[in-house]
């Protein structure tokens, strides 16, 4: 009598662990192809300082190739190189970034600085909540095309409803001088908008001016208290984290007066870090917020985490 044959559950299974997975498997098909989107980022980031919100608005980025023919002017090819592999950053390229910023006192909107041009402002902040009709104050900080060349466009000034604040000393110097493309386009002509202020004057409650000029002849911060706690907002002292903040004494570019710029660097470099206060730098990362630290001979830049996002 032949031996009964057949297969049993064991078997199956045994034979089935035995097979390539791929041979297990039904092929995959792919459903949809994304395409490609490019680098991106947010356009605003909103921040609690006391009873404050501040938000920074992303209105731009670029990418700049040959950075020392910007920053670092007076050092060595090796110094610069040695500097920026130091901070794994590329020595062709160097990435500006944009960035205006809303402070919310609960009374007043306060926007420092509009960007380049309207649209480059009046989008990223609709998309942070607020209209350009809502602003009450405009600040500007000093007066390159970057950070006037929103106040005004072919339909008029850009905040109807705000009032307009910049230095006295700012506006004295480029009216005085020629050359200044964006002073002549946006700001020479709604003159009648601005209020002319000093170093240590109160924009609004909780808002006080800071001199810091070299960068142009009356660049200006500003410093933002509320309930105890305190932020600079610290416009283009310091022009990237690394080849200016880093490194103060290094010749920027745009810099009007470069000794003058760099002991404002210095002193402000000094101030930031013994009083631990964040501030926020136009050209800084996005979303440009951080803090100094003391390094060596020179600073550091340390982003902001989550510590003003808490409350």
Do not use: C
Not at 214 to 225: K, L
């Amino acid at each position: 009598m032949s031996k009964k044959t057949g297969l049993t559950r064991r078997s199956v299974l045994a034979g089935a662990a035995a097979m390539p997975l791929a041979a297990t498997m039904a092929p995959h098909v792919a459903k949809a192809k994304a395409e490609m989107m490019g680098v991106g980022a947010t356009r605003f980031n909103r921040m609690k300082l006391g009873n404050f919100e501040v938000t920074t608005l992303l209105v731009g980025t670029r990418t700049v190739e040959n950075p020392q023919s910007i920053f670092g002017m007076n050092v060595s090819g090796e110094e610069f190189a040695d500097a920026s592999a130091a901070a794994n950053i590329p020595t062709d390229a160097a990435q500006f970034f944009f960035t205006p910023t809303v402070v919310n006192t609960g009374n007043e909107l306060v926007l420092f600085d509009t960007g380049l041009s309207p649209e480059s402002i009046t989008g990223p902040l609709e998309a942070a909540g607020y209209s350009a009709d809502q602003i009450d104050t405009v600040v500007i900080t000093h007066m390159h095309g970057d950070h006037v060349g929103g106040v005004a466009g072919e339909g008029g000034v850009t905040f109807g409803n705000a009032r307009h604040v910049t230095g006295r000393v700012e506006y004295d110097a480029w009216a005085a001088t020629d050359g200044n493309k964006a002073f002549e386009g946006k700001i020479r002509p709604n003159a009648e908008r601005f209020d002319m202020i000093e170093d240590g004057a109160d924009v609004a409650g909780g808002i006080t001016a800071v001199g810091a000029f070299g960068h142009t002849p009356g660049h200006m911060a500003y410093r933002i208290e509320s309930e105890g706690q305190q932020l600079v907002i610290a416009a283009d002292f310091a022009n990237h984290y690394v080849w200016s903040l880093a490194y103060p004494d290094w010749e920027v570019k745009f810099d009007r007066n470069k000794a003058a710029a760099a002991a404002t660097r210095r002193k402000m470099l000094d101030m930031l870090a013994a009083e631990k206060i964040p501030f926020i730098g136009y050209h800084m990362p996005w979303p440009a917020v951080g803090y100094v630290e003391k390094h060596d001979s020179g600073y550091k830049y340390a982003p902001a985490s989550y510590q003003l996002m808490l409350g």
